[in-house]
C-alpha cells in the first residue's frame, strides 16, 4: 500500500477547454484576412504599389482632362484636388462593395472546411479592402496637398465619419449581394447595370450648389452624395455644403447591413455549395 506522501502512479489529468465560437471566428477572420492580403498585394509585382498606382491614375487623366474644359474648379484652385476628393471618399463605397460580393464565390473551397462560414469570408474582405482604402487615401491626399499647395485644413474628425458612412454602407451592400449574387445570378447584372450611374450623379466632378434647385433635390436621395460632400468639407474649410446629412447614410448602411446578415443567416448552408 503506498503512502500518502508517495507519489500517485500513472498519466497525469490533462484539462481540456474547447475555444468559444468568438476566438475561433476572430482566428478563422486573420486566417483569411492574411490570405486575401498575400493572394491580391504578396504575390503581385509592386504589391500595395498598384493599390495606390490605379486611383493616382485616374486622378491625373480627370484632371488633365477637366483643365482644359475649364479653368476654375467649384472649389479651390486646383481640379487634382477637387476630384481626389470626390474619388477617393465615393471609392470608400465602391471597391469594398465589389471586393465584398465577391468573397463567398472566390472562398468556395475555404468554406468546405467546418470552422469557416461566408461571413468569415466578408469580414476578411471587409478590414482588408477598408485598411487598404485608408492607406491609399492617405497617400494620395498628402501626395496632392503637397504637390497642389491647395491652402486646406483637415477635420479629422468630420472626414472620419464621411469614411465610417460609406464603409457602412458598403458592407450593407457586400453582405446583401454576397448571397443574392449566389442564388439570383441575374441580379449581378442588373446590379452592375443600376449602380454604374452612380459615379456621375454623387457628386464626385461636380458638388450639388452648383445644380438646380429640383435637381438638387433629387441628388440629396443619393447617400454617397451625401459623403462626398461631407469628406470635402472636411478638407476645405471655406466649403459649406447644402447636402450633407451623413445621418442618411449611416441609416442606409445600418438597415441594409441588418437585411444583409439576415440573409447570410438564412442562406448559410447554401452558399457552400456551387
Known amino acids: ?12 489529468p490533462v484539462l481540456t477547454t474547447d475555444p468559444s465560437p468568438l476566438r475561433v471566428h476572430l ?3 486573420r486566417a483569411l484576412l492574411m490570405r486575401e492580403m498575400s493572394a491580391r498585394y504578396g504575390r503581385a509585382t509592386g504589391g500595395y ?9 485616374m486622378i491625373l487623366i480627370i484632371s488633365m482632362a477637366f483643365s482644359i474644359l475649364t479653368r476654375v ?8 484636388m477637387f476630384f481626389a476628393t470626390g474619388y477617393l471618399s465615393f471609392n470608400f463605397y465602391r471597391v469594398t462593395s465589389q471586393q465584398m460580393s465577391t468573397a463567398v464565390r472566390n472562398n468556395y473551397s475555404l468554406l468546405q472546411y467546418p470552422n469557416v462560414t461566408p461571413y468569415d469570408a466578408l469580414v476578411a474582405r471587409l478590414l482588408l479592402q477598408t485598411l487598404t482604402n485608408l492607406f491609399v487615401a492617405v497617400i494620395i491626399l498628402s501626395i496632392t496637398i503637397w504637390w497642389t499647395d491647395e491652402p486646406v485644413s483637415l477635420n479629422f474628425p468630420l472626414l472620419a465619419a464621411a469614411v465610417g458612412a460609406a464603409t ?13 449574387f449566389h442564388i439570383f445570378p441575374t441580379y449581378e447584372q442588373v446590379f452592375s447595370i443600376v449602380n ?8 464626385i466632378f461636380f458638388t450639388p450648389e452648383s445644380m438646380p434647385t429640383q435637381i438638387r433635390d433629387l441628388l440629396a436621395w443619393n447617400p454617397l452624395v ?24 449611416f441609416a442606409i448602411g445600418l438597415v441594409s447591413v441588418f437585411f444583409g ?14
Open 1 to 12: 500500500m503506498a503512502s500518502p506522501t508517495e507519489p500517485q502512479s500513472g498519466p497525469a
Open 261 to 274: 446578415l439576415i440573409l447570410l443567416k438564412r442562406y448559410d448552408e447554401r452558399l457552400a455549395e456551387r
Open 73 to 80: 474648379p467649384e472649389i479651390g484652385q486646383s481640379f487634382m
Open 226 to 249: 451625401h459623403v462626398v460632400s461631407a469628406f470635402r468639407e472636411g478638407v476645405y474649410p471655406v466649403y459649406h455644403p447644402a447636402i450633407n446629412s451623413l445621418e442618411y447614410p
Open 196 to 203: 454604374r450611374p452612380l459615379f456621375l450623379i454623387s457628386g
Open 49 to 57: 504599389f498598384w493599390a495606390v498606382a490605379e486611383p493616382v491614375g
Open 168 to 180: 457602412l454602407m458598403a458592407a450593407g451592400a457586400g453582405f446583401m449581394n454576397a448571397v443574392l
Open 27 to 29: 482566428r478563422v477572420v
